[in-house]
């Protein structure tokens, strides 16, 4: 009797794995782990895989030539939804839909003209916004950088935000803006992103914005290394005006290499939450240098998809995710608290709510 029981369950067990949602990821590049898009997909995917139930399968291409090979075995092995991580998959993803119009598919941030195809696609100009607009009330030089990954339309959707917010909050600053490259290499070359800020603040920035992916590192890197600017080396009309951040307790390694008149430099951070990447001490009481990340919550749209198909709800077609539908936003946790005051916290959320309202029109390019 114990062991047709156990049969039984195990036969049960089976049943209910077979019938379990299976979801394929084509991932960008950059891969899974680049800390910003690609790993708030992945962040998704197993957020649902432990709420829902589901089945997740990762595909990594060394190549971009190899990525509809990827996608058309997820649809060959018969998963319910496969979703393509980036705009770059857009061509693969609509190829392999149209093959097998009875499986589901999702496409972040490009837009399929296939009917089952759930395009996802995201407002980064009004999180750019507000993440402009923190930089432009904190700047102690009015100037601040923007580095842009890949040079396309994708992108200057950030840069417009950015700029736009940055100057709303102060008129006067100065906005620098440069692309890492015009390829997909442009997502994954942190040492040029490193080069690109050094030259920004070289120019006076101490602020500066990365929409680049993996490449982002590099400005991150660099700001680790470089922690401050002195005023003996500011570039001829720049100038400090503020220094919000006077009474923030500072690490002992900064103290030593920013003595003097100087004010701290700060990264910001995009997609994922990056603001603990600014921790180079390894401790959240003193001074961290990610100022604030620009939330692009892919992770959220990517959940919400997987739902949809668990629940028989699947919609092909675009599906757009902005402040309104907290597709977006910025980031205070306990690394940058004390570097964003309640006071900025309230006139961002003014901000926000005017954005959501459509009393502020933020510009795409």
Known sequence: MKKILTLALAMTATAASAQALRVGLAYDAGGKFDKSFNQSAYEGSQRAKKNLGIETKDFEPSDPSQTVQGIRQFAQDGFDLTVGVGFANNASISQ???????LFFGLIDDVSPEKNVASLVFQEEQGSYLVGYLAGMNSSTGVVGFVGGMDIPLIHKFEAGFAAGAKAANAKVKVIAQYVGTTPDAWNNPGKAKEIAGSMRAKGADIIFAAAGGSGNGVIDYIKQTQCLKAGSL?????????????????????????????????????????????FDKNPATMNHGLTSMLKRVDNAVYALIQDVKNNKFKGGERRFGLKEAGVGYAVDQYNKVLISSAQVAKVEAVKAKIISGAIKVPTK
């Not at 392999?96 to 009875?102: G, L, T, W």
């Open 235 to 279: 570039p001829s009309g720049v100038k400090f005006n503020s220094n919000n951040f006077a009474n923030v307790k500072k690490s002992a390694t900064y103290t030593k290499a920013c003595a003097g008149n100087t004010r701290p430099m700060f990264f910001i951070g995009v997609d994922s939450n990056q603001n603990y990447l600014g921790d």
């Open 96 to 102: 392999v839909a149209k093959e097998n119009p009875d």
